[in-house]
């Protein structure tokens, strides 16, 4: 079984920062990319940011400049570092990661519980 455990949301003012953490735990041999999604009320799931193994990363054009994902991979973690966050930024933020359990085996997708995120005054 392989689990996500995701940490750091909660009510910031704008203007402020959050990091979000993401640590994955199980039978893993190997993560491939991981990253972040998420879900306003009543808008579909989009992408905030995603890296792959190597570290390379990509982001949606709402969080170029503000937000930073980095992973350590010793610790089977990704992280979202938000800055200069804006009430469009709250949101349910949803991690993920491409999880191989096995060297033959397929990889994949494992999605965190979910952590909310509102930036209010």
């Known amino acids: 079984q392989v689990q996500l455990v995701e940490s750091g949301g909660g009510l910031v003012q704008p203007g402020g920062s959050l990091r979000l953490s993401c640590a994955a735990s199980?039978?893993?041999?190997?993560?491939?990319?991981m990253g972040w999604y998420r879900q306003a009320p009543g808008k579909e799931r989009e992408l905030v940011a995603a890296i792959t193994s190597g570290g390379s990363t990509n982001y949606a054009d709402s969080a170029k400049g503000r937000f930073t994902i980095s992973r350590d991979n010793a610790k089977n973690t990704v992280y979202l570092q938000m800055n200069s966050l804006k009430p469009q930024d709250t949101a349910v933020y949803y991690c993920?990661?491409?999880?191989?359990?096995?060297?033959?085996?397929?990889?994949?997708?494992?999605w965190g519980q979910g952590t909310q995120v509102t930036v209010s005054s």
């Open positions: 993920y990661a491409d999880i191989r359990a096995s060297r033959l085996g397929p990889a994949l997708r494992r």
């Open positions: 199980g039978s893993i041999f190997s993560i491939n990319d």
